[in-house]
């Protein structure tokens, strides 16, 4: 096994060799370390790779080399000094709750967050005695506001998704640490490639890899990074309990890294390209995209952001009947709630995505019956205009 020293190395070069290991073989690209358990050599070498007094694997829920080169790779990409790789998203989140809240203490999430995560704090840790205080992301003082003498961690997604809102983080994080609770960010949707918020104050980097890091809609996995004493806590979470990533994945999603910076930046440029045209166009009543210099948030996203990513939505005019007219005309993207994928995928966040929100719920996220959601993929731009053109004859 070698590793290639990288300490000056940039972010695209790391994203191609950090972590990078050579089985026996010594092949270009990494091996897949598909194995449950590690042998040794002696009983001595055993117990001391148990305890811990020695470098080395044993089981793979707890560690295995082909994970452990996903975990070195993002958490030089965000700038971090550890990450721990989960099974999806959700365990992502689930994880960080679970290593950081006890009954009793309190959490300040931002409301415009992926469904399931509402689903996770609302319905799963209330029943742990775990409580939380849904805030709007821009509204500083809403979250001043919501704070408790048991608040421990703040919880934001930015941009937003459908609506492209955009949190300060670094104001966010002065908030949380003023009260002694961790920030936390879910950097799905800029990815490292695009914003990296544990240079904002963030304390950890929360993903869900099945999208953007793998790109390619192929596997799930999570992951989460943070310092060296709050991973060794994630780690050792995980680590009893289970919910670690496996080494097929693991490698698919090191894979993906490697062309992360090229992915995003071209998402980027086709969504910015796409919400120009849109903005143009006779039968659009607002386009939600914070590239764009009319965007509410676009001045703050250029303060924590390098580009503004693939995820854009739009309000055609009219309501439900129209909206949905559009997207059944549509042939070439995917009608699918699923973004971060190749593959431009299109969607109907009121019935779909957000369809158990209730109607002020909505008006408050701002998904309106008219409003639709594309996560615009890597096809020639052309051919997801004229697809677009398609669904505005529909209308
Ligand atoms: C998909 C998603 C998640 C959940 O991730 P899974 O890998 O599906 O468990 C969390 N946050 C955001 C922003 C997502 O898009």
Redesign the pocket.
Known sequence: MSNTPLSEAGFETLAIREGLVRGFEQEHSDPIYATSSFVFESAEQAAATFSGERDGNTYSRFSNPTVSVFEKRLAALEGGEDCVATS??????LTLCLTVLKTGDHVVCSRN??G??VSLFNNMLTKLGINVSFVALRNLNDWRDAVTPETKLFFC?TPS?PICEVGDIRQIAEIAHSVGALLAV?N??CTPALQKPLAFGADVV?H????YLDGQGRV???ALVGSIELMADVRAFVRVCGPSMSPFNAWVFSKGLETLQLRMDAHSVRAMTLANWLVAHEKVAKVNYCGLATHPDHDLAKTQQSAFGGVLSFEVTGGQAEAWAFINATRLMSLTAN??DVKTTICHPASTTHGRLSDDQKREAGITASLIRIAVGLEDVSDIIADCERGFSAI
């Open positions: 999806s998203g959700m365990s992502a989140i967050v992926f399931s995560t997604e998704n879910d799905c949707f929360m869900s890899a099945t999208k799930l996995g999570g973004l971060g």
